[in-house]
């Protein structure tokens, strides 16, 4: 049985699908202050201003396609002979819509409600609203599901474990900043996994990896995965 592979990805993987990566410049954030819009207090102090800003990364996510790199993935959970756990960052559902299946969303998902009154979780309208009642609890404290600032990700302890029986590690598309993400690499080298970084650039945490491939995620990625698929 080949060895479990374990994927971990974020914006730079749906860059060129058109959705804005945050630290790069020009990024979300260089536009937008995550301390107005992606934390709990953002949303209590303006719900509607909170709303606005994810409607809109909801319909740009709508509007945009996979690119190769999220086909060749896809293509890798088909084809490879043994385990592949895809865990992103990422809140797009572009991985899905390349037909990847069981996909890990740390960060949470546009595509999701969450009631923070009663925790209960649904399919989130196109527009969401602060007038928007929880369809269990009857609440208005309706928020989109995504993991903010100062807010622990979800899945952890899955992720832990497929982290820890990883026989390759890679990382696609992460600027490395953002824990605890940025320290699985650590912990899949402790393990005893071969580390592998996929950027446009070197990242934060370029060091902790044994191997690195720079380019555009469209290409390096499928040139990476033909690879594996090729015993290469
Ligand atoms: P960042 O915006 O911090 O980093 C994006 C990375 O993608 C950078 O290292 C770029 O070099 C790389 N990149 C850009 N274009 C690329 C391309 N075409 N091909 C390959 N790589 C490319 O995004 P993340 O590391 O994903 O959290 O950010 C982590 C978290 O910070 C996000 O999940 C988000 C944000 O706050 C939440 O929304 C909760």
């Known amino acids: ?3 479990p592979v374990v994927i971990l990805t974020g914006a730079g993987v749906s860059a060129e699908s058109g959705l804005g990566t945050f630290r790069d410049k020009g990024g979300i954030w260089a536009r937008f202050d ?3 819009l992606a934390t709990p207090e953002a949303f209590a102090a303006d719900p509607a201003q909170v709303h606005t800003f994810y409607n809109l990364r909801r319909a740009n996510c709508l509007d945009a396609a996979p690119n190769p790199a999220h086909h060749a993935l896809a293509r890798l959970g088909r084809d490879w002979p043994g385990e592949v756990v895809l865990i992103t960052q990422n809140v797009d559902d572009l991985h899905e819509r390349a037909g990847s299946t ?8 546009l595509a999701r409600a969450l009631c923070a009154a009663c925790a209960h979780r649904w399919d989130a309208p196109r527009e969401m609203r602060p007038t928007d009642r929880c369809p269990r609890c009857g609440e208005t404290a309706t928020r989109p599901d995504i993991v903010w600032f100062g807010e622990y990700p979800y899945h952890m302890d899955r ?6 029986r990883a026989g ?10 953002v824990y605890p993400a940025a320290g699985l690499v650590g912990e899949a080298r402790a393990a005893g996994a071969r580390t592998v970084e996929i950027n446009l650039e070197p990242s934060a945490r370029a060091d902790a990896f044994d191997d690195a491939l720079y380019g555009p995620a469209s290409e390096t990625v499928p040139h990476w995965v033909a690879g594996l698929l090729d015993g290469g």
Request: glycine content about 14%.
């Open 1 to 3: 049985m080949a060895e």
């Open 102 to 109: 069981g996909v890990i969303h740390m960060h949470g998902r």
């Open 168 to 177: 390759l590690f890679a990382v696609i598309g992460s600027s490395g900043q």
């Open 34 to 36: 995550p301390a107005r």
């Open 159 to 164: 992720i832990a474990a497929a982290v820890a």
